[in-house]
């Protein structure tokens, strides 16, 4: 098997949810001569996706030694920061990846969710203000990738709409769960 067959090994095993074997398919692509940025993104993607959040930041990290203009790089560990409870320097990436490549709407809605969860509201207003424009559809998007969004989403939104007050919401069915799932990481 060559390293463009391990790579597309590597996918079919990510694909199904195999995130620890499509790692090892991807690191034994690049051993073999396969781009490393994208194996390392790879394989961080994928330890993200299993919860080895350390492992996913070393290779995000990987690829902006290699490649200090990669905005999926910065991106990515972005949200790794975000999952490890680091809000500023999850805003550091992300604002970073924004400065590569500012057409992403994910950066600005995960940015906007950091700034919100770092009591950065003013900033996280201007960031929801950015993603209005790219529709529900990337919230969306952005909850199935990484997780519900809805309480910071809906603080700030509240401040665009000049509601200065505590919201309050019910959590229900896959929400609750999914909230469950987060605390238990």
Same mark, same amino acid.
């Given at each position: 098997m060559d390293h463009e067959e391990m790579f597309e090994k590597g996918q079919e095993l990510f694909a199904q949810n195999k995130f620890d074997e499509s790692a090892e398919?991807? @690191?034994?692509?690049?051993?073999?001569?396969?781009?490393?940025?994208? +194996?390392? =993104? &790879?394989?961080?993607?994928?330890?993200?996706?299993n919860g080895r959040i350390d492992e996913a930041m070393h290779e995000f990290s990987q690829v902006v030694e290699i490649d200090k203009d990669n905005d999926r790089a910065y991106?990515?560990?972005?949200? @790794?920061?975000?999952?490890?409870?680091?809000?500023?320097?999850?805003? +550091?990436? =992300? &604002?970073?990846?924004?400065s590569l490549n500012g057409g992403r709407p994910l950066a600005f809605l995960a940015r906007g969710v950091a700034r919100a969860e770092a009591g950065k509201d003013e900033e996280a207003v201007e960031d929801f203000k950015q993603v209005a424009a790219y529709s529900e559809?990337?919230?969306?998007?952005?909850?199935?990738?990484f997780g519900s969004t809805m309480?910071?989403?809906?603080?700030?939104?509240a401040l665009l709409e000049g509601e200065r007050g505590p919201l309050s919401q019910?959590?229900?069915?896959?929400?609750?769960?999914?909230?469950k799932m987060w605390l238990d990481r």
């Open positions: 398919m991807f @690191a034994k692509a690049m051993d073999e001569g396969y781009d490393p940025v994208i +194996a390392h =993104l &790879s394989i961080g993607a994928a330890y993200l996706n991106f990515y560990r972005g949200i @790794a920061y975000m999952n490890k409870g680091d809000f500023p320097c999850a805003v +550091a990436d =992300l &604002s970073h990846s924004i559809v990337e919230r969306k998007s952005f909850e199935n990738l309480t910071s989403f809906d603080r700030t939104r019910v959590l229900k069915g896959e929400d609750l769960e999914r909230l």
